[in-house]
């Protein structure tokens, strides 16, 4: 597969020739709205992946792929507390807790259990991560302060940036192993963000503390705080270059994520991403 990649944000003609040479040259283009939402794409070189996605569709073994991606965003929520600025006992102490949390989940044996679990080691963190940020907790799509709606924004490039690697290698991305099948829910996208969500939370954390964040950029309405559209780019390059200092990390991810599942290997063969 082609490691290059085009990608197109805002209001761009593209030509029958472009798209002609991305077929000969196995490069996929894909078209993405101001708001960095996918449009469309085109070209994708293992589109037509039937043997990947037969093991989407019969795989046996989603509960313990779904265990492993929990696993994996609790190491990262830890090693996200270990870069913000925290008492060394606060932090020895929250740390240890996730851990318990960690190790609970190999003996887990139904998704409502897991659920439990990675809701439990949410909170925690959370409230451990945002301490003397008038945190109250996270609760999405409600955007009831700052730190939330920036989290929505936040996730939601993430989303879109984590669907696009996945549709370069052909996966279904509505066919997911941890978060259940809905009609038009990407599950699989769902399931593969989880390990990377502590980039945003820190970069939110660190927006923070380095005073980037303008309360006058922000309006009430509805009991819900949203951003100022004018504002919105400043907001948008902040969380995305987060992302982006990722980029490289989350695609080697991806890739070995795929050789992993295709090849059926044992879940302890699985690639694992680490917060830097």
């Not at 978060?179 to 923070?208: A, G, T």
């Amino acid at each position: 597969m082609s490691n290059f990649f085009l990608w197109i944000v805002g209001n761009y003609n593209i030509t029958t020739p472009l798209i002609k040479r991305a077929k000969k040259f196995g490069y996929s283009i894909f078209l993405f709205s101001h708001s960095f939402r996918i449009i469309e794409s085109f070209c994708i070189p293992l589109e037509g992946n039937t043997i990947l996605r037969q093991r989407q569709y019969y795989n046996k073994n989603n509960f313990e792929i779904a265990k492993y991606f929990v696993k994996n965003k609790i190491d990262n929520q830890i090693l996200a507390l270990k870069k913000s600025d925290l008492d060394r006992i606060i932090f020895t102490n929250v740390k240890m807790k996730l851990y318990e949390y960690y190790l609970k989940i190999d003996n887990v044996k139904d998704d409502k259990s897991l659920l439990g679990i990675e809701g439990s080691a949410s909170r925690l963190y959370f409230s451990t991560l945002f301490v003397g940020q008038n945190w109250h907790g996270r609760r999405p799509r409600v955007k009831h302060d700052i730190n939330n709606c920036l989290m929505d924004l936040g996730y939601t490039l993430l989303f879109t940036y984590i669907e696009a690697l996945l549709k370069c290698f052909g996966f279904d991305s509505y066919i997911g192993v941890y978060h259940k099948i809905f009609y038009k829910r990407k599950s699989l996208v769902c399931d593969m963000v989880e390990p990377f969500r502590p980039i945003i939370d820190y970069q939110i954390v660190k927006m923070n503390n380095l005073n980037m964040i303008d309360t006058n950029d922000f309006t009430i309405r509805n009991f819900q705080v949203t951003l100022n559209y004018k504002e919105s780019k400043k907001y948008v390059g902040y969380l995305m270059k987060a992302i982006l200092d990722n980029r490289e990390e989350m695609f080697l991810y991806i890739q070995n994520y795929y050789r992993a599942f295709m090849k059926n290997k044992d879940i302890s063969k699985f690639p694992i991403y680490k917060y830097k």
